[in-house]
């Protein structure tokens, strides 16, 4: 059974820089793609970031781009979110994904296992 255990979230100002990690467990990850979505109080889930484990090749929402960075480690299995230059709208609860498939996707029902989500705040 996958199992995805994110951490990292909290309290930043803006301008600041937070970095998320998701752990996952239960799974020959080498095949599979992983991803970052958040979800905002008043907001429908929407994708922020994915990663192929197998060559780490990424995709990322145009409304963060040049400021967050998806990356994984293969010997950890682990996937962070760097978040850098937050600003509030940033805030949310965030989400780690996987897919047992290579092609890179930014829908959530394309997604086969979710976390528990981390909440990141940015006070302005």
């Known amino acids: 059974q996958v199992q995805l255990v994110e951490s990292g979230g909290g309290l930043v100002q803006a301008g600041g820089s937070l970095k998320l990690s998701c752990a996952a467990s239960?799974?020959?990850?080498?095949?599979?793609?992983m991803a970052w979505f958040r979800q905002a109080p008043t907001g429908e889930r929407e994708f922020v970031a994915a990663i192929r484990w197998a060559d780490g090749v990424t995709g990322y929402a145009d409304s963060i781009k040049g400021r967050f960075t998806i990356s994984r480690d293969s010997a950890k299995n682990t996937v962070y979110l760097q978040m850098n230059s937050l600003k509030p709208e940033d805030t949310a609860v965030y989400y780690c994904?996987?897919?047992?498939?290579?092609?890179?996707?930014?829908?959530?029902?394309?997604?086969?296992?979710w976390g528990q989500g981390t909440q990141v705040t940015v006070s302005s």
């Open positions: 239960g799974g020959t990850f080498s095949s599979y793609t």
């Open positions: 994904a996987a897919r047992p498939f290579r092609v890179v996707t930014r829908t959530p029902s394309t997604y086969n296992y």
